[in-house]
C-alpha cells in the first residue's frame, strides 16, 4: 500500500508522454555506462563478502559469493520485504560448505558497512559548497544532517568493537533483560547475537577491517558514478556529491517494507532528494524511473539465469526463513 501510495504521489501530475520522450532523447552511451556501473556494484559485493567470511569459513571462490549475491538482488525485486536476504544466504549455503547460520550472520555485517560508508559519503556531499547553506531538509539546515551522519557513524562503530572485544559481558547483560520477558526469547536472543558476534570477527584485524571498508567505499562509489552520468544522460546538471547524497537518501527510504524492486519508494526518493538540489519534479521522475528500469533488467537476469541452475523455487526459500527467525 505505501509503495503504491508513493508511485501515485510521484507521478501525480507528470506526463507519462513527457517522461517517454525525454528518456527518448536521454543520451544512449552514457546511460548504458550507467547500467555498467548499477551491474557491476554487485561484483564488488561478492569480492567484498569474501573478505568479510573469511576469518569464519576459509578463503572462498569469487564464483559462488558473485552467483549468490545476483540471486539474491534477483530475488529482491521480484519478492517484497528483502527476502533477497534470505536467498543469498541460502544460494550460497547450496553452493558452499559454509552453514546458513554463518552466511546469514556475514550479511548483517554486510549491511554495516553500508551504513557506515553511505552515511560517511552523504555528511560529504551536505559540506559541498556547491550546495547551499541555506538549503533545509524536514525543516533542519542540510550542515545538521552532515553532523548527525557522522556522529551516528561514530556511535556505529563503537557499538560494533565493543560487541567485538566485550561479547561475553553483553551477553550477560542482555540475558538479564531477556529473562525477565521469556525464555524463548532469551534463548533465540541468545543464539542471534552469538552467530552475530561471531560474523564481527572481521573487525578484529585491521588490516580486514580496512580491505572490507575499501570494497563497500569502491561499491557506493561505483553506484553514485552510475547515478551521475545517468543524470548527466537526462540533461541533469546536478554535481556528483548529488549522487552520493541521493544514493544513502533512497537507501534510507528502502530500508522500509516495500514492493519487490523497491518501486515507488525508489521514485519518491529520489524527486524528494534531487528537489534539493533544484531539479524539477518533472526531470527527477524522468531520471528515476528511466534509471530504476536500466538497472532492474540486467541484475534480475542474471539472477534468475543462476536462480534456475541451482534447481529449487522460491518457496524453498520458506523453511530457510524460518530457520533464520
Not at 554486510?110 to 556547491?130: E, G, K, M, Q, Y
Not at 525477565?180 to 561471531?198: A, D, K, M, N, W
Not at 544522460?233 to 544513502?248: C, D, E, H, T, Y
Request: aromatic fraction near 12%; charged fraction near 10%.
Amino acid at each position: 500500500m505505501l509503495s503504491a501510495a508513493l508511485i501515485y504521489w510521484t507521478l501525480h501530475g507528470i506526463s507519462p508522454t513527457e517522461v517517454a520522450h525525454r528518456l527518448s532523447e536521454a543520451d544512449p552511451l552514457l546511460f548504458t555506462a550507467a547500467t555498467f556501473c548499477a551491474t557491476a556494484i554487485f561484483a564488488l559485493r561478492a569480492r567484498r563478502w569474501m573478505t568479510i567470511l573469511e576469518p569464519v569459513a576459509g578463503r572462498l571462490s569469487l564464483r559462488p559469493l558473485w552467483r549468490a549475491t545476483a540471486v539474491g538482488m534477483m530475488v529482491n525485486n521480484v519478492v517484497p520485504a528483502r527476502a533477497g536476504e534470505i536467498a543469498r544466504a541460502y544460494a550460497l549455503t547450496k553452493a558452499t560448505p559454509v552453514p546458513f547460520s554463518t552466511s546469514l550472520a556475514s550479511l548483517a555485517v554486510d549491511r554495516l558497512f553500508d551504513a557506515i560508508v553511505l552515511l560517511l559519503l552523504a555528511a560529504t556531499a551536505l559540506l559541498d559548497p556547491a550546495l547551499s547553506t541555506t538549503e533545509t531538509l524536514a525543516g533542519r539546515p542540510l550542515g545538521s544532517f552532515a553532523t548527525g551522519a557522522g556522529t551516528l557513524v561514530l556511535i556505529l562503530l563503537i557499538a560494533l568493537y565493543s560487541l567485538v572485544f566485550f561479547p561475553g559481558q553483553l551477553l550477560r547483560l542482555f540475558e538479564l533483560f531477556a529473562r525477565r520477558v521469556s525464555p524463548i526469547v532469551e534463548e533465540r536472543g541468545r543464539r542471534v547475537l552469538e552467530t552475530f558476534v561471531q560474523g564481527l570477527s572481521v573487525l578484529r584485524q585491521p588490516g580486514r577491517f580496512v580491505a572490507v571498508f575499501g570494497w563497500t567505499l569502491a561499491h557506493w562509489l561505483v553506484n553514485a558514478l552510475g547515478f551521475w552520468l545517468s543524470f548527466k544522460a537526462v540533461g541533469i546538471a546536478a554535481p556528483f556529491s548529488a549522487a552520493l547524497f541521493l544514493q544513502a537518501f533512497i537507501a534510507l527510504g528502502t530500508a522500509v517494507p516495500a514492493l519487490p524492486g523497491f518501486f515507488g519508494v525508489f521514485e519518491y526518493m529520489s524527486v524528494q532528494g534531487l528537489a534539493i538540489y533544484g531539479v524539477s519534479q518533472q526531470q527527477a521522475a524522468t531520471w528515476a524511473i528511466g534509471y530504476h528500469l536500466f538497472s532492474f533488467i540486467p541484475i534480475t537476469l542474471i539472477g534468475a539465469y543462476y536462480f534456475a541452475q541451482l534447481g529449487v523455487k522460491l518457496r524453498d526459500l520458506q523453511p530457510a526463513s524460518e530457520a533464520a527467525a
